[in-house]
Nanobody, 123 residues
């Protein structure tokens, strides 16, 4: 069993930056590919970014490419999402998720989920 805890959300003005963190407990984080997803009110949960178990491969949604960066530190059992040039449309609850195999963009492919952290971008 793996427990995921997100932190780092908050209120920021458009154009600003935030860094989200996700820490894991239980099985070693290096056993899992990790992903970030987000869900805005009234919308489906959507893929944001993912990183492979080693950190050597990453993937991003088109809407965040060039603005967001995912990274991980397996020694600290942590994965990060650096979000720059934030826009009001980035407002959502952001979730960290883990899966045994490689990168995936579909939420249903991830077995373990955190509780989420709210990100609000004001215009």
């Amino acid at each position: 069993q793996v427990q995921l805890v997100e932190s780092g959300g908050g209120l920021v003005q458009a154009g600003g930056s935030l860094r989200l963190s996700c820490t894991t407990s239980g099985r070693t984080q290096g056993s899992y590919a990790m992903g970030w997803f987000r869900q805005a009110p009234g919308k489906e949960r959507e893929f944001v970014a993912a990183v492979s178990r080693s950190g050597g491969s990453t993937g991003y949604a088109d809407s965040v490419k060039g603005r967001f960066s995912i990274s991980r530190d397996n020694a600290k059992n942590a994965v990060y999402l650096q979000m720059n040039s934030l826009k009001p449309e980035d407002t959502a609850v952001y979730y960290c998720a883990a899966r045994i195999l490689g990168l995936e963009v579909a939420p249903v492919a991830y077995k373990y989920w955190g509780q989420g952290t709210q990100v609000t971008v004001s215009s």
